[in-house]
């Protein structure tokens, strides 16, 4: 027996939501999508990319797992549903910009330091992809705050091994961007790709080239990330 709450909500979205964008939906049919970003995003409950891009239906391509991870583009056998979603979104739409969006208090990265049940194969597997930014410390807040946007510069890295992504980036057809939210004060923390730190907007709009205070310390190495940023 179906949740008559979930058939509550799909009647409302037939009979009140539908038809206010109705005519959006006609136009995105007959002309087809054409996003011009990927968001590679958490499953995440608390994210919402729409409300966070303040956009709506065509506006953007998106592909969410566990702990927003880029496997890497190895060709090994296997179905690669982040692979293929990257590969849809630049072979076939040409989308202009990927985002990796991390965030706060994120039960993927937590995962690395308290594994998940030995029953989720898959997911302890798929957690490997983020072990790389674990720093050798207890899970504070802190430290995992760290973890999760030294996460963020690792999949953004592993993003370039994908020949198609690399190649756009390099001729300046397409751009990459890591995005830290803060789940809980609705802030959106920008990677400067060539300083290797996340900075608030106003930060970014005011002073781009004087970040006020890392947020990354020194472990990581700033060189990693400036071939992220693309042509001048
Ligand atoms: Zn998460």
């Known amino acids: ?15 009140q939501v ?26 995440d409950s608390r994210i919402v990319p729409f409300a966070l891009m303040d956009c709506g239906p065509g506006d953007l391509f998106i592909a969410r797992n566990v702990g927003n991870l880029i496997p890497p583009w190895d060709m ?19 989308v202009q910009n990927i985002i990796v969006c991390g965030h ?7 995962g690395l330091y308290e594994p998940p049940p030995a029953e989720a194969t898959h997911l ?6 983020a072990r790389d930014a674990v720093l050798p410390v207890r899970a504070s807040p802190e430290a995992l705050r760290r973890v999760e946007q030294r ?5 953004l890295e592993r993003l370039l091994s994908y020949p198609m992504v690399a190649s756009r980036v390099q001729q300046g057809e397409l751009f990459l961007h890591g995005w830290y939210y803060v789940i809980e004060s609705g802030q959106v923390l920008v990677l400067e790709a060539d300083k290797g730190r996340f900075v608030p907007l106003d930060e970014l709009a005011a002073a781009p080239a004087v970040p006020s205070s ?11 990330w400036s071939s992220l940023a693309g042509p001048a």
């Open 18 to 43: 539908f038809p206010r964008y109705k005519t959006t939906f006609r136009r995105l049919v007959d002309e087809g999508q054409q996003p011009k970003t990927l968001f590679i995003g958490c499953s």
């Open 214 to 224: 890392p947020a990354t310390p020194a472990e990581v190495d700033a060189s990693h």
């Open 76 to 94: 090994s056998a296997g179905f690669h549903g982040t692979a293929a979603a990257i590969e849809f979104a630049v072979l076939q739409l040409q």
């Open 104 to 110: 706060s208090h994120c039960g993927a990265i937590r």
């Open 124 to 129: 302890a597997a798929w957690l490997e992809l």
């Open 1 to 15: 027996m179906p949740d008559p709450e979930l058939l509550r909500r799909l009647a409302r979205f037939e009979k």
């Open 151 to 155: 996460s963020i510069v690792l999949q």
